[in-house]
C-alpha cells in the first residue's frame, strides 16, 4: 500500500506559477508510474501528466509546454510545476500512484484574475 499527501497548492495570480509535492510512504515510489490529475468541473478527474518508472514524461494538451514533471526521490516525492497559470486551472489537483490505484487527498489551487 501507498500512501500520497500532496501540498504546495494556495492563492496564485493570473500568469503565475506553482510548484506541488507529492510525498509518497509506504513504498518507495522512485520506479514507479506516477500521474498528477485536477478535479474537474463534473467531478471527475483531468490527466495532467504522468512520468513512468523509466523517466518517461507525458502531457496532456491542457499544459503542455506550461507543465514539467519530476522526481525528488530524496523525499520519495514527485513534483509538477506549472506556469502562465490561468483562472482555468484552478482545481483542487491530485496526484496517483497507477499501480496500486493509489490517490492522495488533493491540494487545492486557486488562480485569482
Known amino acids: 500500500q501507498v500512501q500520497l499527501v500532496e501540498s504546495g497548492g494556495g492563492l496564485v495570480q493570473t500568469g503565475g506559477s506553482l510548484r506541488l509535492s507529492c510525498i509518497a510512504s509506504g513504498r518507495n515510489i522512485s520506479d514507479d508510474v506516477m500521474g498528477w490529475y485536477r478535479r474537474a468541473p463534473d467531478n471527475g478527474t483531468d490527466f495532467l501528466a504522468m512520468?513512468?518508472?523509466?523517466?518517461?514524461?507525458t502531457y496532456s494538451d491542457r499544459v503542455k509546454g506550461r507543465a514539467t514533471i519530476s522526481r525528488d526521490n530524496t523525499q520519495n516525492a514527485v513534483i509538477l510545476q506549472m506556469k502562465k497559470l490561468t483562472v482555468a486551472d484552478s482545481s483542487v489537483y491530485l496526484c496517483?500512484?497507477?499501480?496500486?490505484?493509489?490517490w492522495g487527498p488533493g491540494t487545492q489551487v486557486t488562480v485569482s484574475s
Open positions: 496517483k500512484h497507477l499501480y496500486t490505484q493509489s
Open positions: 512520468i513512468s518508472g523509466f523517466g518517461i514524461t
